[in-house]
């Protein structure tokens, strides 16, 4: 591992994103071909992460899938930074009220991840996805809210740095930079985000920032949406969502240093 390069360590880390995504496994030559990497280099790594017990092999179809190593380094973090158990609760809250999904989006270097969620829907159609992945800017409520409180110029850069396409795109999503500057200013406007079948085909969200106000150079720390299935949701209810979502997102701005600081005591 002392010859293990800056670009082996990128390739790995894209080898791990791309099978986090595929819990059945990939095979050798799926994966070089997704990532466009030799078949011989893609095996060396592979070897590696194996060994690291972040993949594994399956002996019969030699398919390559993560090990819950990923998930368990994951939970470690959010135990660490004392997330769920400060903000967990007001997310509750919120699903209770709204009887829809609630998600909680953290930034860090211009990316939003989701990284928590509650369930309020009290039926058996309910939009439950997978947290713990990037959240495409253009195409989600949290995105727009984030890229609404950017210099316009900044935010278009980001967007078009990051393209229009993506594994997280719909049908309605936004495919210009004439579209983006007017939904970013209509966002700006309305001190929400609203997407209707943008990031996903019959889903619809609103959304807002959430802020440390301990930190007025860099306030902005995360997101917070409310989704459902678009039969659901229509325009109206989304706007209706405007007060408990607001008020939530000022409860999580309220306690963010309380969360910050007991991090710090705790390391």
Not at 247 to 259: D, G, K, M
Request: aromatic share 4%; hydrophobic share 40%; charged share 25%.
């Amino acid at each position: 591992m002392t010859n293990f390069s800056a670009p082996s360590a990128e390739r790995c880390l894209a080898i791990l994103e791309t099978l986090v995504d595929e819990p059945a496994g990939l095979p050798l030559s799926a994966i070089a071909q997704r990532l466009e990497l030799p078949v011989s280099a893609t095996h060396r790594l592979l070897t590696v992460l194996v060994q690291k017990r972040y993949l594994r092999q399956d002996q019969i179809t030699e398919r390559y899938a993560p090990t819950m190593l990923l998930a368990a380094l994951g939970l470690r973090l959010l135990e660490s930074t004392n997330l769920t158990e400060t903000c967990q609760p007001i997310l509750e809250d919120l699903a209770a009220k709204v009887g829809e999904l609630v998600r909680l989006a953290v930034l860090e270097n211009e990316h939003l991840t989701w990284v928590a969620k509650a369930q309020g829907a009290r039926n058996s159609i309910r939009y439950d996805p997978i947290s713990g992945r990037n959240v495409p800017l253009h195409a989600t409520a949290m995105g727009k809210a984030y890229l609404s409180s950017l210099p316009e110029e900044m935010a278009v850069k980001l967007v078009e740095e990051r393209g229009f396409q993506g594994h997280l795109v719909g049908p309605r999503a936004l495919k210009s930079i004439p579209e983006l500057r007017e939904q970013l200013r209509l966002t700006r406007e309305r001190g929400f985000a609203i997407v209707e079948e943008e990031a996903e085909a019959g889903i619809s969200a609103v959304a807002t920032l959430v802020r440390d106000h301990s930190q007025p150079k860099h306030p902005v720390v995360g997101a917070i949406s409310i989704g459902g299935p678009s039969f659901r949701l229509s325009r109206e209810t989304l706007v209706s969502f405007r007060d408990p979502l607001l008020e939530t997102a000022e409860r999580l701005s309220e306690i963010w240093p309380v969360r910050s600081y007991m991090s710090a005591k705790v390391a």
